[in-house]
């Protein structure tokens, strides 16, 4: 199985913007032995500018472009520090791919980073994909990491697409603000009702939401990729979903013929 895992920064970061250890060993427990299984894993990992941040000190994200992309540049490196010593602890080598809207909209550049995947995935490597948040302003302000987890899965056409968060799948209304909110495990169509569900909110150092979940379910489905919401507190919960068990909120592809 070809598997995107996309975390969000809420799930690898505490609210003060370091990481969160017990949660990323987990994470790179529970994904090196996925691949080890012969699954074919890349993790999309946003938390640079979170991680970054908290490396400076600063309660919150940064309000201003420059100093985004500069705890960015910072984060980052811490991020892939941290992953890169983890998965090293389980014999997994990863790589780090930071990507642009033009590289994904630019049929060469696309190309390029379609086998230079493919590539890394013959030799056995981890991808570790963010958004070049220090170079692509229109990222920071626009991006996320829920489309960008989508985009990736559907240009490698991959089988699944996870998306972990703070948000364990879909609700018929805020189950912060509605106790009484139905879970809805499967979403065969995304009809405009499930559309006025994904209501957007902000994490302190993240972006996203519902509503960028929604997005890139559309995304992905388009392109034949079921995808999963669910929460990335219980990160072996992954061995649940694989083995088909109900976990989080599945939005299926569509058939070829729904697309004809
Ligand atoms: N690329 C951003 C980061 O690494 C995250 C974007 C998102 O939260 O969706 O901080």
């Known amino acids: ?42 993790l999309v990992s946003s938390g640079a500018i979170g991680v970054g941040a908290g490396k400076l000190g600063m309660m919150g994200r940064p309000p201003d472009m420059p100093t985004k992309q500069a705890a960015a540049a910072i984060g980052q490196s811490e991020l892939m520090y941290e ?36 590539r890394l995935l013959e030799l056995h490597a981890i991808p570790i994909i963010n958004e070049n ?13 829920d489309t960008l987890g989508a985009i990736v899965a559907s240009v490698i056409r991959a089988d699944l697409l996870v998306l972990m968060s703070d948000i364990d799948g879909l609700y018929s209304a805020d189950p912060n603000l509605h106790p009484d909110a139905r879970f809805i495990a499967e979403v065969e169509e995304i009809t405009p009702e499930i559309e006025a569900l994904a209501g957007g909110t902000e994490y302190k150092f993240g972006t996203g939401g519902m509503r960028t979940k929604v997005h890139a379910a559309h995304i992905a489905t388009e392109h034949g990729t079921d995808m999963v919401v669910m929460s990335g507190r219980h990160p072996d919960l992954l061995y649940d979903l694989l083995e088909g068990k109900p976990v989080g909120t599945r939005f299926f592809a569509k058939k070829e013929n729904d697309t004809l």
């Open 133 to 145: 948040d220090t170079v692509a302003t229109a990222e920071i302000a626009l991006g996320d990491n």
């Open 1 to 42: 199985m070809r598997l995107v895992v996309k975390v969000g920064t809420s799930t690898i970061a505490y609210p003060t913007g370091h990481l969160n250890i017990r949660r990323v060993e987990m994470l790179c427990k529970v994904l090196s032995d996925i691949a080890n299984a012969g699954n074919n894993v890349i």
């Open 83 to 118: 992953y890169d010593k983890i998965f090293s602890e389980y014999n997994h080598t990863v790589a780090q791919i930071l990507l642009t809207a033009e590289d994904v909209e630019e049929p060469q550049r696309c190309a390029n980073f379609r086998s230079t995947i493919f």
